[in-house]
């Protein structure tokens, strides 16, 4: 029996998805999150994959007449969250957008709403640079002692701009660039160090976004971590158009016995037998993992409870750096 699924929206990386199409799931419908949402993109990948799944102007409708088994959720951010919400109480699991909330009531509702039912239903963000070559090369060396304790981290995200859609220019709909793009970072510096925030002072700011409205074109934060690691992330949407890849990621993680530094999709590392790139793990599928989880093959890579942790810092980091002072957490 295949597994029913739904898309609502087309606004994120509903790419994921795509990437893993198989036998093992139909996508039977799919829907606008927010009246006006452009879904041509994504209608135009449908038709390049053969593919007519039924198209619905409200999601609460589709979800209502589909019953689908999984409900991929990747409209305008804000609304993302209050959509999961919904899937939950209807016993749907989902495959969700990071931020998975863009404000901590939603979020709080999110987590509360979880507990009750997290026997029957699973989600999880689309934290899907997790499965990059070069972050599992990272994970699996950390995991093995290849830089000792760990006691300085940093991580970059660099954008290209281009022109973003409206929702973008307004942080009631956006989310803010920190929540959006630096909540990979964050991501990140929790999944491979496994240490725990203790607090955040943070910076942003809209100069030189290119009359993108309230969107931070930079931003930075310093963290405590749990043994007094010091953790750092900087993100911006300055990449020059002429850059070859769109996003420029980068990771330094700094270790009692070496330092390990991701950067151009390669992984170096350097310790007392000198300086060497470490050959790349395989890529992952993160839809496809989610998928095992939901058929009860495995564990999803990425959990719900990771998912909410990584939004809750991204949110209290946005706050500090709204209000310019150390937030604990």
């Known amino acids: 029996m295949k597994l029913r699924v739904c898309i609502v929206g087309g606004s994120g990386h509903y790419g994921y998805v795509l990437e893993s199409l198989s036998d093992e799931f139909d996508i039977v419908a799919v829907s606008p999150g927010v009246v006006g949402e452009n879904l041509a993109p994504l209608l135009s990948k449908f038709k390049q994959a053969c593919m007519d799944p039924r198209l619905y102007e409200d999601y609460r409708q589709m979800l209502k007449s589909e019953r689908p088994d999984v409900v991929v959720i990747n409209t305008h951010f804000y609304m993302n969250g209050k959509i999961l919400l919904q899937a939950l109480q209807m016993g749907i699991h989902a495959f969700v957008e990071k931020p998975i909330a863009t404000n901590l009531e939603d979020l709080h509702q999110i987590e509360k709403i979880y507990s009750e039912v997290k026997d029957k239903v699973f989600f999880a963000a689309m934290f899907g640079l997790r499965y990059k070559p070069w972050f599992l090369t ?5 995991d093995s002692n290849a830089v000792g304790e760990i006691r300085l981290i940093h991580a970059q995200k660099s954008y290209k701009l281009g022109e973003r859609p409206e929702f973008f220019r307004k942080r009631e709909t956006f989310g803010g660039t920190l929540a959006w793009v630096g909540i990979h970072a964050i991501d ?4 491979i160090s496994n240490k725990r925030f203790v607090s955040v002072y943070g910076l942003h700011s809209r100069m030189a976004n290119k009359n993108h409205g309230e969107l931070e074109a930079t931003g930075a934060c310093l963290f405590e971590l749990e043994q007094e690691v010091i953790a750092t992330l ?3 949407y300055l990449r020059p158009p002429g850059a070859e890849t769109h996003d420029d990621d980068r990771l330094r993680i700094v270790g009692t016995e070496g330092i390990l530094e991701v950067r151009d999709q390669s992984v170096l590392l350097t310790d007392e037998d000198g300086t060497r790139v470490v050959q790349n793990q395989e890529q992952g599928y993160i839809f496809k993992d989610f998928l095992n989880h939901v058929l009860g093959r495995g564990r999803c890579m990425v959990t719900a409870e990771q998912s909410i942790y990584a939004t809750y810092i991204a949110l209290k980091a946005r ?5 310019r002072r150390i937030v604990t957490l």
Request: avoid cysteine; glycine fraction near 0%; aromatic fraction near 12%.
């Open 138 to 142: 990272a994970k699996n060396l950390v």
């Open 188 to 191: 990140w510096i929790h999944w």
């Open 234 to 236: 900087t993100v911006d």
């Open 319 to 323: 706050e500090a750096a709204d209000e």
